[in-house]
């Protein structure tokens, strides 16, 4: 034996959006004007009787160890809520509060992976996902979209990605990165394919209160008593409520399922912190103004993108229709040079905008979106209108 690291945590790419935080947040100490784009997180704070409810729950000793899968009151709401916004019902034995929905997800793939078990990815997707798959043991099976498609897959490429080892597919609508918003229609075909092969159905829907231009977001979950059997879907707090930093979400499913989910989180972490949990009962049960102001204002800063990238030679945005990032094709920029450095791909163009224009955004390649880069406008107006300024004097000096 030597004191090696596992093969599992030695191929883990490292999430290349927390890297550029920490790169970002580096040049901003040495006092650089640094424009980020790169965070997936809402710039709003907290609503202030979401941090009152946190408050008080220190104040009266709620502090103490929960239930490991979250505290009944909290999963009983979820599943009130979900209730009211969808009509979906679940007993508070097919929800678990977790750490994040990072957590869930993680939870989820290794409640149903067997080492070499497939999961179908629609790609481009967030970059979390691939790495996620194969540390819980299974195998990725990606099927490419393109902006032509509206970065919605074809039904022939995803049953031409079924094999023997098929064990789910996994969505996200709306999207991450694309912000594409997947249609009834579309779902219902997915669902029918999950149910035809016997596979899960992982159903992230994170950004699911974040859809523009009267686009509707679909619970794949509702579409059916055989495919909310079979669905997991992912959800939770960070996106809708502006609390990406308090790490709580959701995760609702079949019973063994997130039974499973549960005795794995009660060896792995434990309960979700207890105040953040009564934090998230006052976001549920709470006036829910904040979560209509945040999604109007999301869609006016898109708009505000597309328009000023509009004028931009060499770059294509394909509208999003959801969450809060633009997909950037640089394709037409590949080949140029910046002060005699050529931008060979989405990496070079992300290094040399954010040396020479203090504009970070992320490169589209941990995505699986080669030549793309992605820009979250979860930022000010104002700062949107400087960072495309920044960016189009960028494209007008190369060469
Ligand atoms: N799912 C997607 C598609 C995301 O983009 C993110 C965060 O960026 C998450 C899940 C994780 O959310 P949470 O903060 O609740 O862990």
Redesign the pocket.
């Known amino acids: 034996m030597s004191r090696s690291i596992s093969a599992v945590c030695r191929n883990i790419t490292p999430s290349a959006t927390l890297r550029l935080n920490a790169i970002v947040n580096e040049k901003r100490a040495q006092g650089l004007d640094i424009i980020g784009m790169g965070a997936?997180e809402p710039d709003f704070p907290t609503p202030a009787a979401i941090c009152a409810a946190a408050k008080q729950a220190i104040d009266t000793g709620k502090t103490k160890y929960t239930a490991a899968n979250g505290i009944p009151e909290l999963r009983k709401a979820v599943g009130a809520h979900v209730n009211r916004l969808y009509g979906l019902t679940y007993g508070p034995n097919e929800v678990i509060i977790g750490t994040?929905?990072?957590?869930v997800?993680m939870e989820a793939l290794i409640a149903i992976l067997d080492p070499g078990d497939e999961v179908i990815l629609p790609a481009p997707c967030?970059l979390s996902y691939p790495e996620m798959i194969r540390m819980a043991g299974g195998v990725p099976a990606m099927v490419l979209t393109t902006a032509q498609q509206g970065f919605l897959p074809s039904m022939q490429a995803l049953s031409d990605a079924i094999t023997p080892r098929t064990k789910a597919i996994l969505i996200?609508t709306p999207n991450?990165p694309t912000g594409a918003v997947w249609g009834e229609n579309l779902l219902r075909e997915v669902a029918q394919l999950a149910v035809q092969h016997d596979l899960f159905i992982i159903s992230?829907e994170?950004?699911e209160t974040l859809v523009f231009s009267g686009a509707r977001h679909v619970p794949i979950a509702t579409l059916g008593d055989e495919v909310f059997e079979r669905t997991i879907t992912?959800s939770?707090?960070?996106k809708a409520y502006a609390m990406?930093g308090w790490?709580?979400?959701y995760a609702l499913g079949p019973k063994d399922v997130i039974n499973a989910m549960g005795a794995y989180q009660s060896h792995a972490t434990g309960n979700p912190n207890s105040i953040a949990q009564y934090a998230a009962l006052e976001a549920l049960q709470g006036p829910q103004d904040s979560v209509e102001d945040m999604r109007l204002a999301f869609e006016r800063r898109r708009d505000l993108m597309l328009e000023l990238s509009s004028g931009i030679p060499g770059i294509a945005c394909a509208p999003p229709q959801g969450a809060f990032y633009v997909l950037m094709n640089i394709q037409g920029l590949v080949g140029k040079r910046y002060q005699g450095q050529e931008i060979r791909n989405d990496e070079d163009f992300t290094e040399l905008l954010l040396e020479h224009k203090l504009v970070s955004v992320v490169s589209g390649t941990p995505f699986c979106a080669p030549n793309c880069v992605r820009l979250s406008y979860a930022i000010a107006d104002d700062t949107i209108r400087e960072a495309m300024r920044r960016i189009a004097e960028f494209v007008k000096e190369l060469t």
Do not use: E, P, V
């Not at 994040?100 to 957590?103: N, V």
């Open positions: 997936g994040g929905a990072k957590q997800l967030w996200n991450n992230d994170i950004y992912i939770g707090w960070s990406t790490r709580l979400g």
